[in-house]
């Protein structure tokens, strides 16, 4: 399909191969977290770092920084939510846009939740199927983001088979994309990799407690076959989020070592107390 060809050029980095999305949607459940306070500022600051392929965002937000976004940067748009840290359901995701509406925003693609082991499953899978079947219509790249939760039914979220279960569902439902959880190590999450259709992109999570480890998670990731990373709160909760998404860029699409991309970008932007 023509759309989805030409929008996946502009996700997709045309030499790597590989796509670095910064995620700033976190606001829509989390309010206004540490480091997005200033929403504007980040998203000029970053929209400066050439292997940033693109933004995750809500449509609220973009309305705010459109103007701010560099030209060449892909546009992928929240089309979910309306559940808080406060919801007596939280999972229980519903859809907030159509797919002409964020088509006359510019999105250049759209992302949605997948929960696994709510208990309501059933909720967030099958708004990935309707949506599934609109984004083929219009020709617009369809990012799942599926999530296996902590529950009775899944101990450890991080379990490579509840990773590859999940995922696969998501392709199952007609995603183009797979945004999901690392499983901590190269050896796993290639096995997630290879039993999904669709091309996997892994999200970053929580602050990570090291720097370096954030830069060795996308080191790995890409290494098993992941297409690339859609990382937010381990770039703009950094004391430097341009030091640091210029790190990562490096390591995604140069295939620089974590190590190297840590000492030029990051070493000397760390407080004097901060380890790697």
Sequence with gaps: MIGKTLRFRRLIDESSGRTFIVAIDHGIFMG??????????????????????????????????????????????????????????????????????????????????????????NITLRNLALLAEQCDSYGVPLIAEMIPVKSESIPDPHDPKVIAYAARIGSELGADIIKTLFTGSKE??????????????????????????????????????AIGIIFGRNVWQHPDPRSMALALSKVIHEDMSPEEAYSRYLSKRLLPTKSP
């Design 32 to 121: 206004p977290l540490q480091g997005i306070e200033r929403i504007g500022k980040l998203v000029e600051k970053l929209s400066q770092v050439d292997g940033v392929n693109g933004f995750l965002l809500t449509p609220g937000v973009l309305k705010h920084v459109a103007s701010l976004l560099g030209s060449k940067k892909a546009v992928v748009l929240r089309i979910d939510g309306a559940t808080t840290l406060y919801s007596e359901r939280p999972y229980d995701n519903s859809l907030l846009r159509s797919i002409l509406s964020c088509l006359s925003m510019g999105a250049d693609a759209v992302v949605a939740m997948g929960y696994v082991g709510t208990g309501r499953d």
């Design 188 to 225: 796993t999450f290639r096995r997630v990799v290879e039993s999904c259709p669709s091309p996997i992109a892994v999200a970053g999570g929580p602050k990570m407690g090291r720097t370096i480890d954030v830069l060795v998670t996308a080191k790995e990731a890409v290494e098993a076959g």
